[in-house]
C-alpha cells in the first residue's frame, strides 16, 4: 500500500486551522503555570500543589479541545435537545446531591478529593442549543414570539444555576442570549424593553432573591472604605499587590501579599493580582494583550464563517470569554462586584479550565468545517 499526500488538501486544512487561537491558549496556559507557582509561595519557600493540579487540567482540557475540533460542529447542534435535556438534569441533580462550597451547592464530589461544577459545562451545551433555535428560526428572531422561543432555552438553566445558588455563573449565561440573539438580528427596541424590565425589578431581586452575602458584596463595592475590613478586604488587598508591582514589578516568586496571607483566593478569582504583583503593570498588559488577542482570533472565525450556526457558536463563546475577562479583571480593580468568576484559562480550577478549552475546541470545530457544512446543506 502507497501513501500519497496531496498538497492542496493539506493547504486547505492548514488555512482552516485556527492557529492564533491555539497559539494564545497555549501562551494563557503558560502563564497560568508560572502565576500559579508564584501564587503557592509560602513563607518556607514555593510550593507547586496549585501549579501542578493546574498542569494536569489543562492536559485533560486540550484533550477536550482536540475532541471537540475534530467533531463537525452541526452533528452537535443537530443534537441540542439531548445536550440541553442532559445539562438540565445535572443541574438539578446537583441541587440534590452536590455539594455546598463558598455557600453555594453547585459542586459533585469526585473520589480523590476532586470537584466538579456542572454549570461550567452547561455553559456551552446552552451555546450550541441557543445557536441551532436562533438560527433555524430565521427572521422569527426579530418578533417577540421568536425572543421567547430563545428566552426559554435559556431561561430554564439560568433559573436552576440561580438556585443553588451561584450568580456568577448565571450572568454569564445570560451575555451568551444576548449576543447571539443580538447577532442574528433581534430588534434593539425588543431587547431595550426587556432590559429595561430587569432593572425595574431590581429591587425585587434584592428584596426576595439576592442573598446575605451577595448583598454584602454590593455594599462592599459601593463603599469600599467602609467596608475595607469586611467584604471589601479581599479587594482592597489585590489593589495592595497590583499598587506594589509598580512598573515591571517585584519579580517572580517575589511577592509578600500571597505568602504572608493578605490576598484571599489569589490562585482563582484574583490570579490577576499576583500577576501584577510580581510582573508589574508591564506584565497585566501584557496578559490583556494576550486576551485582547484571543478575541481577535474568535471574531476572525466568525467573520470567516458564512454557515450561521457555526457563527453563532462562535459568538456565543466569544461573549462568554470576553465576559469573564472583564468581570475578573473589573473585581481585581475594584471597579465592579465581586462575583466569583475566573479569569479564563488563568485561574485555577479543573471544571472551568476543562470547559473552557472545550468551547475553544467548538471554535476550532467551526473554523474546519465550515465549508464542508455549507456544501452538505447545499
Not at 23 to 37: G, H, K
Not at 165 to 194: E, F, K, M, N, Q
Not at 198 to 217: C, E, I, N, T, V
Not at 249 to 265: A, D, I, K, M, S
Request: hydrophobic share 55%.
Amino acid at each position: 500500500m502507497s501513501w500519497r499526500v496531496d498538497p492542496l488538501a493539506v493547504t486547505r486544512e492548514l488555512a482552516r486551522f485556527p492557529g492564533a487561537l491555539v497559539l494564545t491558549c497555549l501562551l494563557l496556559l503558560a502563564t497560568s503555570l508560572v502565576a500559579l507557582t508564584s501564587a503557592g509561595l509560602t513563607p518556607e519557600g514555593p510550593t507547586l500543589g496549585w501549579a501542578s493540579k493546574q498542569l494536569f487540567w489543562a492536559a485533560v482540557g486540550l484533550v477536550g479541545f482536540v475532541v471537540a475540533s475534530q467533531l463537525p460542529y452541526d452533528a452537535l447542534t443537530r443534537r441540542w435537545p439531548w445536550l440541553w435535556g442532559a445539562g438540565l438534569a445535572v443541574l438539578g441533580l446537583v441541587l440534590v446531591v452536590g455539594t455546598k462550597v463558598n455557600g453555594a451547592r453547585s459542586w459533585f464530589s469526585l473520589p480523590g478529593g476532586t470537584r466538579l461544577q456542572p454549570s461550567e459545562f452547561v455553559k456551552y451545551a446552552l451555546v450550541i442549543a441557543l445557536a441551532r433555535v436562533v438560527a433555524r428560526r430565521g427572521e422569527r428572531i426579530g418578533t417577540w414570539a421568536g425572543l421567547a422561543e430563545a428566552g426559554l432555552v435559556v431561561g430554564i438553566p439560568v433559573g436552576l444555576v440561580l438556585l443553588q445558588p451561584d450568580l456568577g455563573t448565571a450572568l454569564t449565561y445570560l451575555p451568551i442570549a444576548l449576543s447571539i440573539v443580538l447577532v442574528a438580528g433581534a430588534r434593539l427596541v425588543h431587547l431595550a424593553t426587556l432590559g429595561a424590565a430587569a432593572l425595574a425589578a431590581l429591587p425585587l431581586a434584592w428584596l426576595f432573591f439576592l442573598a446575605d452575602y451577595q448583598k454584602m458584596r454590593i455594599l462592599s463595592f459601593l463603599d469600599a472604605d467602609e467596608h475595607a475590613r469586611g467584604g471589601a478586604y479581599q479587594v482592597t488587598q489585590g489593589l495592595i499587590a497590583i499598587g506594589a508591582g509598580g512598573l515591571t514589578g517585584r519579580g517572580f516568586c517575589q511577592g509578600t501579599q500571597g505568602p504572608l496571607g493578605f490576598l484571599p483566593e489569589r490562585h482563582t478569582d484574583f490570579i490577576f493580582a499576583v500577576v501584577c504583583e510580581d510582573f508589574g503593570l508591564v506584565g497585566g498588559v501584557i496578559v490583556l494583550g494576550l486576551y485582547a488577542h484571543l478575541v481577535a482570533a474568535l471574531v476572525h472565525i466568525v467573520q470567516q464563517t458564512r454557515d450561521p450556526e457555526g457563527r453563532l457558536i462562535v459568538v456565543g463563546v466569544t461573549a462568554v470569554t470576553v465576559v469573564q475577562v472583564v468581570v475578573n479583571v473589573g473585581m481585581v480593580l475594584g471597579v465592579m462586584p465581586v462575583t466569583g468568576l475566573p479569569l479564563p484559562l488563568l485561574s485555577y480550577g479543573g471544571s472551568s479550565l476543562v470547559a473552557t478549552l472545550v468551547g475553544f475546541g467548538l471554535c476550532a470545530s467551526v473554523a474546519r468545517h465550515r465549508t464542508r457544512v455549507l456544501v452538505f446543506e447545499k
